[in-house]
């Protein structure tokens, strides 16, 4: 048996994705894990330290992580329509200036951000979930919200001021790269590469095939537990892309490189 550890954020796709191979629903083929679930932002930070074999990371992280951790081909969070929003409230009328409330430094929808509109310079960086609240309360001016907070903002009396992922659209024609799952190149973890891409994909087939199979461990960690909620942000999330990143999806990984180095972001 071969152990190694996994982290992954509470978000409902990626709890869905991973339910499989951490429940006995597939054959693992002697492959046991240590799962650590925690905020996106944090598995960034952690992987910083090469604290887990596996992990999800934002693919700004990512980007500044290659000399240690290499992408796998199943497991990520790309796609068309999904992309971060920046909202402010429905009294306000949003300027560079304004405070924006982030949910982390290298978050890919931060990275979008300044690519979108470098002059904002303004930042508070906290939870993804403490963000929508903070904006109505007045704490911030106005946020950059991601995963399941697109499908409330109405409700915290926000509005729309842009979709990034409309406007990466818009720029490159190519599905917006959000999250990816990589594992660590030390010699000892990156021997299991493909075995683990293996099972990644195996694993978000079978969560595809049975939707109701991960529902308890979803709603378990999921911020939101609306099931409309829930379902909503595995649809948008969950895609053809998390099988497999494909020639598309690493042309979108590719752009989203160039172009933060041509912006000298990174």
């Known amino acids: 048996m071969t152990n190694l550890s996994i982290a992954f954020s509470p978000c409902p796709n990626d709890t869905f994705i991973f339910h ?8 693992t083929g002697g492959y046991t894990f240590s799962p650590h679930i925690d ?20 693919f700004y992280a990512y980007l ?13 969070a790309l796609g068309f329509g999904c992309g971060p929003l920046v909202v402010t409230r429905k009294d306000k009328i949003f300027h560079t200036g304004f405070r924006v409330a982030i949910p982390g430094d290298h978050t890919t929808a931060h990275l979008l951000l300044k690519l979108w509109n470098p002059e904002i310079r303004n930042i508070a960086v906290t939870r993804f979930d403490n963000i929508l609240p903070g904006v109505r ?3 911030f001016d106005a946020g950059l919200i991601i995963h399941e907070g697109r499908f409330i903002y109405p409700s915290y009396d926000c509005i729309k001021v842009i979709d990034l992922g409309e406007w990466w ?14 594992i660590r190149k030390d010699p000892a973890t990156i021997l299991h590469k493909e075995h683990i891409e293996s099972l990644i994909k195996n694993s978000v087939i079978y ?14 960690y999921a911020q939101e537990m609306d099931d409309n909620v829930i379902d909503g942000h595995i649809d ?13 999806g690493e042309n979108a990984a590719r752009k989203l490189e160039e172009m933060a180095r041509w912006k000298k972001i990174i």
Do not use: W
Not at 21 to 27: E, T, V
Not at 41 to 51: G, I, T, V
Not at 64 to 76: A, F, P, R, T, V
Not at 207 to 220: C, D, H, I, Q, Y
């Open 207 to 220: 969560a595809r095939k049975n939707r109701g199979a991960s529902r308890l461990f979803v709603t378990k």
């Open 236 to 248: 948008l999330y969950v895609n053809d892309f998390t099988v497999s990143l494909g020639m598309k």
């Open 64 to 76: 500044l992580l290659k000399d240690d951790y290499e992408i796998l081909d199943s497991g990520s």
């Open 169 to 182: 659209e818009k720029e490159t024609s190519l599905p917006i790269p959000l999250g990816c799952i990589a």
């Open 137 to 139: 309360s007045g704490e």
């Open 20 to 27: 499989a191979m951490l429940h006995d629903c597939i054959d």
């Open 39 to 58: 905020d996106v932002e944090a598995l960034n930070n952690a992987a910083f330290k090469k604290r887990f074999q596996i992990t999800k990371l934002s």
